[in-house]
């Protein structure tokens, strides 16, 4: 019976871990999506006055509920939570939590680092060795096919810049690596003392978070959801599948907040120009929670398909502005010379793409990202012997 019991543990343990890296994938999708939208229908996040929408449907979908789609704001907060509890939970559960914090703060930067590192070099190859017309395509793509980068800025970048700074003219996505570096220190410190005592835990865990406002209220946000990642390991509790839907589905919609938006009005009135960063915080927390404490849930993202995307996810994070450079624009460029309209062809081109950033993906996922992983281990192996 105990056994069991045990392997029923394990299997629910293990179709949350699914499950999370299911989240982590689809959320990085959103990104691919929100970037392309900016692309080629900016009204459909409308940040700019000069947005005009190009037809009935983006602007219906902007003014809707339904933008959770293309929200890469949401997205990066999903990431921060799952960082929080991921990290809280490769830790915790090891008996020497000293030893397990030390380890995988060795690993944590070259983990991050390398395949962001190759990421800009490879932006850079892009950006110098080709030209691309893009004056088909939205401005805010325009400013990205069009800059100079140099081979020192990107490896600065790629292994500091990003990292200390937030500075990513080279790969655009990168500015998230400074918070998921200084995130995760600050989990290791909040988990150590955590295990020695618990009283110092909580109180840091509200106080030190509040130094990211030194910087930013974004950076300070997004400290705040890897302490919200690590409590839900620590005290979520398993909730019944009416309020896991519930949680959910109020998730996705404040994933598609924009501060012009009807669908937000009632709470633009409330918070104000505050109210995109907010609503995209808060669906970051409904959304993890409602997946990972709802058995119900957390077997329905644990598929195989959506597991292996997520297995991609960083990849794909880190190769899609280049190859939306690289395969997007000139597929368009291609269809609008065909004589194909502007919806039909940015379809085809998206769908492109899409396939273009999978396949080289899996690529770079299998043979960048894993030697990040072999050399991290490695050393940590290394220093920890010493």
């Not at 997205?75 to 960082?83: C, I, M, R, T």
Request: charged share 10%; glycine share 4%; net charge positive.
């Amino acid at each position: 019976m105990l056994g069991t019991f045990k392997n029923f543990l394990i299997a629910l343990t293990m179709a949350k871990l699914n499950a999370a890296e299911s989240i982590r994938g689809l959320a990085c999708l959103a990104v691919v999506f929100s970037h392309l939208s900016l692309s080629f229908y900016p009204y459909l996040h409308h940040f700019s006055p000069d947005d005009r929408a190009h037809g009935h449907w983006d602007y219906f979908m902007h003014h809707s509920p339904f933008a959770f789609w293309y929200s890469g704001t949401a997205a990066v907060f999903v990431f921060f939570v799952l960082s929080g509890f991921v990290l809280s939970y490769a830790i915790l559960r090891h008996d020497d939590v000293p030893r397990k914090v030390t380890e995988m703060a060795i690993k944590r930067y070259p983990r991050l680092a390398i395949p962001a590192f190759f990421s800009c070099i490879l932006a850079w190859l892009a950006l110098s060795y080709t030209s691309i017309n893009s004056d088909l395509v939205n401005d805010w793509l325009q400013a990205y096919a069009t800059q100079e980068v140099s081979l020192k800025q990107a490896a600065y970048e790629g292994s500091i810049g990003a990292f200390l700074f937030a500075e990513s003219s080279t790969n655009w996505v990168l500015w998230t690596m400074q918070i998921e570096l200084f995130g995760s220190i600050l989990l290791f410190v909040l988990l150590l003392l955590y295990h020695y005592k618990k009283s110092l835990f909580y109180i840091s865990s509200i106080l030190l978070p509040l130094l990211g406002l030194l910087d930013d209220e974004r950076f300070f946000l997004g400290l705040l959801s890897f302490v919200i990642g690590s409590y839900m390991y620590l005290h979520g509790r398993q909730i019944k599948p009416v309020f896991a839907w519930s949680m959910f589905f109020a998730g996705l919609y404040f994933a598609g907040a924009h501060n012009s938006s009807h669908a937000y009005h009632w709470l633009y009135k409330i918070l104000g120009w505050r109210t995109y960063d907010y609503s995209n915080f808060f669906s970051g927390i409904l959304i993890v929670y409602s997946i990972l404490l709802s058995t119900q849930l957390s077997k329905i993202f644990d598929k195989k398909p959506l597991v292996y995307l997520g297995k991609l996810s960083f990849s794909i994070y880190l190769l899609h502005m280049m190859l939306i450079y690289l395969v997007c624009i000139p597929a368009f460029n291609w269809l609008m010379g065909m004589g194909f309209n502007y919806d039909l062809s940015v379809l085809l081109a998206v769908l492109t793409c899409l396939s273009s950033i999978l396949l080289a993906s899996a690529f770079y996922s299998e043979y960048v990202d894993s030697l990040a992983v072999k050399i991290s281990n490695k050393l940590a192996k290394w220093a920890m012997k010493s």
